[in-house]
């Protein structure tokens, strides 16, 4: 089953399952919060400061969760590339100082 999540994947912040109120007069759910429908499950996320919620299928759940630890998973990643290359540049940058100084009459 494709699903649109493939292609678009914000940073999701988590898939959340929420009991909801249909608004109609005559429901139950009118009544007591323990008569609500679902679980309907939402992907909840933030983006330039807005947060958003999006509807996801019951059936498609187990799809957002992997692409969300797969999202985890590359941002963990680029972190840790990113350290790395940091520590390469300090390592250059202190090599360059230590010749500079012992070029130094």
């Given amino acids: 089953m494709k699903t649109k999540f493939k292609k678009s994947t914000p940073k999701i912040s988590a898939v959340c399952a929420e009991y909801v109120s249909c608004g109609k007069p005559n429901c139950r759910c009118s009544v007591s919060p323990d008569y609500y429908h679902g679980p309907y499950f939402y992907v ?16 498609e759940v187990d799809v957002v ?29 202190d090599s360059i100082r230590q010749i500079e100084g012992s070029l130094k009459p």
């Fill in 44 to 59: 909840r996320s933030q983006a330039n400061g807005r947060r958003s919620k999006r509807y996801v299928r019951a059936a």
């Fill in 65 to 93: 969760k992997k692409a969300r630890a797969e999202r985890k998973e590359q941002e963990r990643q680029e972190r840790k590339s990113a350290n790395n290359a940091k520590a390469n540049w300090r390592t250059v940058r």
